[in-house]
């Protein structure tokens, strides 16, 4: 037995230090490994097959939205790069350069790609020319660099995965539609298929998206009361379509520039997910995204009957969830604690008596609640176990939040905040830049978002300078 507790207490108590919590946890639950390229990842094959279902939910979504996949260089060259000036001073710290082609000096540096505007912009450049043209909703699944100074797996690495949809309009509304649906396609996927509730909202100018007219993002709250940026749509009105010439013919045969919109979400999401829905005993796993959705476990599985009554069950349940059946020679035990940090929905133990009773034992990982079903239900009854488990994970990471906003009038108070139970803090803002940089100085909060659906004001001034402020804001620590 206290071998079998052995992936339990390899976990640092989240309580006790939450970083560590998260390092135990990636590794222990086998989702990644540390390369010896500093501030990159080893995506192991289950951490992989976490990010393959994202993508494949997210991928549904875009195309049921009139989007087509396509996919740009890696390389981007300099002078490219240098034709939208607030977009290159925007991304100029974290740019990684190939100066050298072989033994050869090239003529001029390439860009490893850390976004692709430059390039759908130059691809639009010369395939746009008509009304007819128009729209061009495209989206690409690629990994990008960022040279960033301090990395963490998943969260802020070298090189991430993600996509980036990049559009272009006829008119500004219909960017700014555009802008908009992706965001709600992003927050119904956080909420439905993740099971995470997030904020949507504004960014303010100072935390806009480099050469966007206006950036729009959806924040989710960790366990720990850390925000996570989990996605953004970004519109870009017509500027990058003026430094690229992109323009085309409308229906009176006057030129145009297009409108264009880009938004992206990345790997952070898995990140999202160990750290919203995660506990002492190891990851917990959204049913819609786990890989393995229901282990079974034979127990006694030496004793005539079990591991095929196990197999049949493996074999019945395969076209309706993901299924997998451990037949190793490890003890019941270690099975358990293994799937269980492993964040596995659904366990189905089955053993003789079992058997001979005509039903089996599911045990849910995130309740660890156990139930007795007959087998003969078990089509019906483990696929609505599952949605169980994904509603119950919501109301939970949905109660944690709301637990974990508050509301600031002073900047005493707000700092306090800060320092004793971190979370979203809502506080008015007058909307001064030097007001957000001095707030982020002196606690090292950001202003996360303008929110949509929270607009009431909770004072009349400034919770910094003290001015009339009629814009509520969602302020807090982020990764």
């Known amino acids: 037995m206290a071998q079998d507790k052995k992936f339990v207490e390899e976990i640092t108590p989240m309580d006790q230090d939450f970083t560590q919590w998260y390092t135990d946890v990636i590794k222990k639950a086998d989702l990644v490994d540390y390369s010896s390229v500093r501030g990159c990842m080893v995506i192991k094959p289950y951490g992989y097959a976490i990010w393959e279902n994202i993508q494949k939910e997210l991928d549904n979504r875009f195309k049921e939205t009139g989007h087509e996949n396509v996919y740009m260089p890696m390389f981007i060259p300099e002078s490219l790069l240098q034709k939208e000036k607030d977009h290159v001073e925007g991304f100029a710290p974290e740019v990684a350069w190939v100066t050298h082609g072989g033994d050869e000096k090239l003529t001029e540096r390439l860009c490893v790609r850390p976004t692709s505007e430059t390039l759908f912009c130059d691809h639009y450049k010369n395939n746009i020319h008509s009304y007819r043209d128009l729209p061009k909703l495209y989206n690409q699944w690629c990994s990008v660099v960022r040279w960033e100074k301090n990395t963490r797996p998943f969260l802020r690495t070298l090189e991430f995965l993600w996509q980036e949809g990049h559009t272009a309009h ?96 990345t790997t952070r ?116 176990l599952l949605d169980s488990i994904h509603k119950n994970l919501l109301e939970k990471a949905t109660r944690s939040r709301n637990e974990k906003t508050y509301t600031a009038v002073e900047m005493s108070e707000f700092a306090r905040i800060l320092e004793t139970t971190p979370g979203f803090i809502r506080a008015m803002w007058c909307g001064d830049r030097a007001c957000e940089d001095a707030i982020k100085e002196e606690t090292g909060a950001t202003s996360r978002c303008i929110p949509f659906d929270d607009t009431e004001p909770v004072s009349d001034k400034c919770i910094y300078c003290g001015k009339d402020a009629n814009t509520l804001v969602y302020w807090g620590k982020a990764y």
Request: net charge negative; glycine share 8%.
């Open 170 to 265: 006829a008119t500004a509304e219909e960017a700014q539609e555009e802008t908009i649906r992706m965001l709600n396609v992003y927050a119904e996927f956080c909420e439905n298929v993740l099971a995470i509730p997030v904020v949507k909202g504004l960014k303010t100018e100072k935390e806009k998206f480099a050469g966007a007219e206006a950036t729009y993002t959806i924040e989710a709250l960790m366990h720990n009361g850390i925000a996570l940026q989990s996605g953004t749509s970004h519109n870009f009105g017509d500027g990058f379509a003026r430094a690229f010439d992109i323009q085309y013919t409308d229906k009176s045969n006057q030129l145009q520039y297009v409108h264009q919109t880009s938004w992206g979400v």
């Open 269 to 384: 999401l898995i990140g999202a997910i160990i750290m919203v829905h995660g506990d002492d005993s190891g990851l917990v796993l959204p049913p819609r995204v786990a890989p393995v959705q229901v282990v079974i476990i034979p127990v006694a599985q030496h004793k005539e009957g079990v591991l095929e009554k196990a197999s049949e069950i493996c074999s019945r349940l395969s076209g309706l969830v993901r299924v997998r059946m451990d037949d190793s020679d490890k003890t019941p035990g270690w099975k358990f604690n293994e799937y269980e940090m492993k964040g596995v929905p659904v366990r189905l133990e089955i053993g003789p008596k079992d058997i001979e009773k005509g039903q089996v034992v599911l045990v849910r990982r995130d309740t660890r609640e156990k139930v007795f079903v007959p087998m003969d239900e078990l089509e019906t009854r483990v696929p609505e």
